[in-house]
Nanobody
Framework: QVQLVESGGGLVQPGGSLRLSCAAS??????????LAWYRQAPGKQRELVAT???????NYVDSVKGRFTIARDNAKNSVYLQMNSLKPEDTAVYYCNADRIRYGGEWFSNLWGQGTQVTVSS
C-alpha cells in the first residue's frame, strides 16, 4: 500500500555529481516520524550503510563518503535526498533508501526499503 521510490541514479564520470531522491509512493504517507538512511550494494558485496539522518536532523556518514556526500530530508515533501559530489568509481553500486517507520492510512509501517537506483561512476 505504501512504498519508497528512489530516483536520480545514472552514469557519471569520475569527479561528477548526482543527487538521489527518495519519496513515498502515497502522498498522504508521512516521513516525519522516521529516521532515514541511504544504503548501497555493489555487485558481489553486502549492503553497506552510507548515510543516516535522524528526526532531529543529526547526520552520520560512512568514512569513505565524508566530505563528499550530504544527506538531507524534507518532511513537507516526504522525501530524503543524497547529494553525491566528487564521485569515484568505488561509489558504483545500487543505492537504496530506508525509512525506519512511516505513518499511512492510520497504520504504522516499519523498516521500509525502496527498489534501488543504479549509480555507475566510470570514464
Amino acid at each position: 500500500q505504501v512504498q519508497l521510490v528512489e530516483s536520480g541514479g545514472g552514469l557519471v564520470q569520475p569527479g561528477g555529481s548526482l543527487r538521489l531522491s527518495c519519496a513515498a509512493s502515497e502522498s498522504s504517507a508521512f516521513f516525519s516520524f522516521s529516521a532515514l538512511a541511504w544504503y548501497r550494494q555493489a555487485p558481489g558485496k553486502q549492503r553497506e550503510l552510507v548515510a543516516t539522518i535522524a528526526t532531529g536532523g543529526r547526520t552520520n556518514y560512512v568514512d569513505s563518503v565524508k566530505g563528499r556526500f550530504t544527506i538531507a530530508r524534507d518532511n513537507a515533501k516526504n522525501s530524503v535526498y543524497l547529494q553525491m559530489n566528487s564521485l569515484k568509481p568505488e561509489d558504483t553500486a545500487v543505492y537504496y533508501c530506508n525509512a525506519d517507520r512511516i505513518r499511512y492510512g492510520g497504520e504504522w509501517f516499519s523498516n521500509l526499503w525502496g527498489q534501488g537506483t543504479q549509480v555507475t561512476v566510470s570514464s
